[in-house]
């Protein structure tokens, strides 16, 4: 069974960088793509963007100018940096796998496994 | 990037009721259309993908079904485990993009 586990600060102060890392047990890091997703207090999903483990990366362009996620297959982990922070950053930021399987020539994808969630506080 | 609409945002429902939820995305998605389950304090649960395949695990009270735009999600007969809130999500281009999600509440 495939487990994620968020790990980092809980505080983040404004202008900061917020750092998490996501280590991955129970199955390789070396397939499928791997995503971070926020939820800030009593709101809905935003998708953050996800890794392949070869490095290749897609980013919500509402984030791209302040977001890399990267990934250390050797330690079964990948992290997430979001640079220039604000109190709209405040959320409890999950990260996922984003698995399925191809059917037939049809890419079947979801987001299957999911960590228990972090929340960062961005305040001073 | 394609916008997810929900509806309703939230409902109020008993026990034993037919539940749907409906999402519409701001173009068609083919079969990439995933729901999930979120309860309070926990993370969101897969419960159907590619509109009507159930995850492993997933009451059979859960269906779902649509094509193109306009997707639903029903809850035959409605449990307490099932007050929760509803995502619909698209994975048919980046950015992933989930519905602003409904709240199904016990009446």
Do not use: H
Not at chain 1, 10 to 30: E, F, R
Not at chain 2, 61 to 82: A, H, K, N, V, Y
Request: net charge positive; hydrophobic share 30%; proline share 5%.
């Amino acid at each position: 069974q495939v487990q994620l586990q968020e790990s980092g600060p809980g505080l983040v102060k404004p202008s900061g960088t917020l750092s998490l890392t996501c280590t991955v047990s129970g199955g390789s890091i070396s397939s499928y793509y791997w995503s971070w997703i926020r939820q800030p207090p009593g709101k809905g999903l935003e998708w953050i963007g996800d890794i392949y483990y070869s490095g290749s990366t897609n980013y919500n362009p509402s984030l791209k100018s302040r977001v890399t996620i990267s990934v250390d297959t050797s330690k079964n982990q990948f992290s997430l940096k979001l640079t220039s922070v604000t109190a709209a950053d405040t959320a409890v930021y999950y990260c996922a796998r984003f698995g399925g399987f191809t059917y037939g020539n049809v890419p079947l994808y979801y987001f299957d496994y999911w960590g228990q969630g972090t929340l960062v506080t961005v305040s001073s | 990037d394609i916008q997810m609409t929900q509806s309703p945002s939230s409902l109020s429902a008993s026990v034993g009721d037919r539940v749907t939820i409906t999402c519409r995305a701001s173009q068609s998605l083919s079969r990439y259309l995933n729901w999930y389950q979120q309860t309070p304090g926990k993370a969101p649960k897969l419960l159907i993908y590619a509109v009507s395949t159930l995850q492993s695990g997933v009451p059979s009270r859960f269906s779902g079904s649509g094509s193109g735009t306009d997707f639903t999600l029903t809850i035959s007969s409605l449990q307490p485990e099932d007050f929760a809130t509803y995502y619909c999500q698209q994975s048919y281009s980046t950015p992933r993009t989930f519905g602003q999600g409904t709240k199904v509440e016990i009446k």
